[in-house]
């Protein structure tokens, strides 16, 4: 249970990156929370999804995904096909000023004997007539400690993107006692 | 001229924060992982219009026989 959130870094960025790496992460914390209120670059009218990676290891990643648009008219669907999925933004197409929402929950990262789990809860507003909302139930089979976290790979098809100015990100370190 | 590619790397231990140009390898990765987007898209879409053409197919088989539109659509649900 998550009693106590602290903020362990913060970073607004004042460039436009590919990617946005956490690194040399104290393993003094139960879970840890990545959340990001991001834009991008990439080239489409929607949205760019993007991959979170740990410890620089690209392997042994798998999960589903489940995404909703309420406004829209794309049914409802779920996919195994993105194994590190981080979420969504939007890209070049979408209004400047609108950023993606995307909460990264990443449980029991500091263990050293079990797989880590991590959840993704992520919507983009796109001030049309589409909100689009994800989830996704992701495990890296590894048991190495989480000591560094990367969010790169914006892509929308085969249109690659970086994450542009304002775009702001914030690790949190969660405790179950106080 | 093609975009720069740099990442921020913040420590977390120290607070340091480094700009890096991205290396041939973590690019290289980052092509394959929009290529894997793609192909996943792409066979989702596939999916989605096989799954819309069969119960097309099946209404209009269900409505041969005699079933109303609401009573296919019904079942077809």
């Given amino acids: 249970m998550a009693l106590t959130y602290t903020i362990i870094e913060n970073q607004a960025l004042t460039s436009s990156h590919a990617t946005v790496t956490f690194s040399s992460i104290p393993q003094t914390y139960t879970d840890l929370v990545l959340f990001a209120s991001a834009m991008s670059n990439v080239s489409t009218s929607l949205a760019g999804n993007y991959n979170i990676e740990f410890n620089g290891v690209t392997s042994s990643y798998s999960g589903r995904r489940l995404y909703a648009d309420p406004g829209g008219t794309q049914t409802p669907y779920s996919d195994t096909g993105t194994p590190k999925w981080g979420g969504f933004v939007p890209g070049s197409g979408a209004a400047a000023d609108v950023p993606n929402s995307c909460f990264i929950y990443i449980a029991n990262y500091s263990s050293n004997t079990q797989y880590k789990a991590w959840s993704v809860d992520v919507v983009v507003e796109t001030n049309t007539t589409s909100g689009y909302l994800g989830l996704g139930a992701n495990l890296w089979s590894n048991t190495n400690p989480i000591t560094s976290i990367a969010i790169s790979g914006i892509s929308s098809g085969a249109n690659t993107g970086s994450f542009i100015v304002d775009s702001n990100f914030t690790l949190y370190g969660i405790k179950d006692t106080v | ?77």
């Fill in chain 2, 1 to 77: 001229m093609s975009e720069a590619l740099t990442k921020v790397v913040i420590n977390c231990t120290t607070g340091e924060r480094q700009v890096l140009a991205l290396t041939a390898e973590e690019i290289a990765q980052r092509e394959a992982d929009a290529a894997a987007f793609a192909v996943a898209e792409a066979e989702r879409i596939a999916a989605a219009e096989a799954v819309a053409a069969a119960k097309a197919s099946g209404i209009a088989k269900l409505l041969a026989l005699g079933l109303t539109e609401a009573e296919a659509n019904a079942l077809a649900k």
